[in-house]
């Protein structure tokens, strides 16, 4: 198998344009995951039954749907009742929309780990419902649920691939590009998978190190 270097060197402006596309996509389809995911479990810790029947049926709904299904339907069949979005915004809203039930079921798993001594210790000092929520149980859930909740931003991040379908120019996008105008099929996967690398490795070893601080700090080490 012979690779061309010289026709590496010269496509990788090209991926870092696909590499910028792929972050901006993920970044911003996590933060509002996180967000949706806080929110529904927000409505679940203060028992609020019409929202938390919505959220179990949202979760459900876009856990058991493929995201290609959900992309399409955004892009072209929301153009049926007269609405047009953007490439780039049906991508951020069906990973959002993905991302938020599998971050609601993370962060479920951790506030169902804080111990009720814990909860019960606020109420004993007096604290508010939400002085709670915002005080103990978010805080110790959240660091119970950092590796769920960086194993899902991993998952987004790989899930921007899909976004390639509507003509979003990602890196998924850039390489069937690359491959169909110059057929350099080895030399455009050698490039994709780098760059991917390159995105994902640092994700990787940065929660990692938080995850073992805050376990540390959790048994006083």
């Known amino acids: 198998m012979e690779i061309d270097f010289n026709f590496i060197t010269e496509i990788i402006p090209t991926y870092v344009q696909g590499t910028i596309m792929t972050l901006n996509l993920a970044v911003i389809s996590i933060l509002l995951s996180i967000i949706i995911g806080l929110l529904i479990e927000a409505a679940r810790y203060f028992n609020l039954k019409i ?3 919505i959220s179990k049926a949202y979760i459900e709904f876009s856990r058991n749907t ?11 069949g929301l153009t049926k009742f ?20 599998y971050m609601a079921e993370s962060f479920r798993g951790g506030v169902e780990a804080v111990s009720k001594s814990q909860i019960e210790s606020g109420q004993a000092l007096g604290l508010s419902k939400m002085q709670i929520l915002t005080d103990i149980v978010l805080p110790i859930s959240f660091s119970i649920s ?4 960086v194993a899902n931003c991993i998952f987004l991040v790989k899930e921007t691939s899909i976004i390639a379908s509507i003509a979003v120019a990602e890196l998924m996008f850039v390489t069937k590009d690359v491959i169909g105008m110059y057929y350099k099929t080895n030399e455009a996967l050698i490039l994709v998978v780098l760059f991917y690398l390159i995105i994902l490795l640092p994700i990787s070893i940065v929660s990692r190190i938080i995850e073992r601080r805050l376990r540390y700090g959790e048994f006083g080490r």
């Open 146 to 149: 950092i590796p769920a909740v």
């Open 66 to 76: 493929p995201l290609l299904i959900q992309v399409f339907f955004l892009f072209y």
């Open 51 to 53: 929202l938390t029947a």
């Open 82 to 101: 007269g609405i047009k979005l953007s490439g780039f915004t049906c991508g951020v809203i069906g990973l959002a929309f993905l991302g938020g039930a």
